[in-house]
């Protein structure tokens, strides 16, 4: 017999992990960030924001010299810092300073905010990688820094591209892009 009324809806509805974790990234402008990041396995929510800069309750209008960021829920049972990050890099070009595509200024930076040591010690051993893999033609110029405040992006923001799937992206996934350890570089 199927289920019906609140238990039918149980059944569609995913389980809540037990523990999260957090990340939040910088890498342009977040529409496109958000759109390939919330289908990664393991991401349990994502929004955009703005995070890295000293004005508070920051908007779009007024964002002062935040950047444009993801804050990204993950399951860490599914997924793991390092995946983000991977796919993060593959996603966005790390050797432009503050620019994406057509997107100039602070607020495109490259930027990994990290939430602990544990995080910041992945992130430095992932820019590592990707410096030693050459898969981009220039110097990773990705800041790191401890995450702060992270203000929420109006609603014309969250998930755009998902409302407006021909909306403007400076993001794509590059394929055959892999990054090797740099053990496996060398």
Same mark, same amino acid.
């Given at each position: 017999?199927?289920?019906? !009324?609140?238990? /039918? ?7 809540? +992990? #037990? =523990? %999260?974790?957090?990340?939040? &990234? ?37 964002? !002062?010299?935040? /950047? ?7 399951? +860490? #049972? =599914? %997924?793991?810092?390092?995946? &983000? ?102």
């Amino acid at each position: 017999m199927a289920a019906q !009324g609140y238990a /039918a809806y149980l059944d569609q509805v995913e389980e809540v +992990p #037990a =523990r %999260t974790e957090r990340a939040v &990234l910088a890498g342009g402008c977040f529409w496109g960030m958000q759109d390939l990041i919330r289908a990664l396995p393991g991401v349990v929510s994502t929004r955009v924001g703005y995070s890295g800069g000293d004005i508070a309750n920051a908007t779009y209008r007024r964002h !002062g010299n935040h /950047a444009e960021a993801i804050e990204i829920v993950f399951d +860490p #049972a =599914r %997924t793991n810092f390092r995946t &983000l990050l991977e796919f993060f890099f593959q996603i966005h070009d790390p050797t432009t300073v503050n620019r994406q595509g057509n997107d100039r200024g602070v607020s495109y930076r490259s930027a990994i905010f990290y939430t602990d040591d544990d995080q910041k010690a992945v992130a430095q051993e992932t820019i590592a990688d990707v410096e030693a893999s050459r898969l981009w033609p220039g110097k990773v110029v990705t800041e790191l820094s401890p995450v702060g405040d992270f203000w929420e992006a109006e609603p014309e923001h969250q998930d755009y591209l998902e409302r407006k799937p021909n909306g403007y992206t400076c993001h794509f996934v590059r394929p055959n892009w892999k990054l090797p350890r740099r053990a496996e570089a060398a």
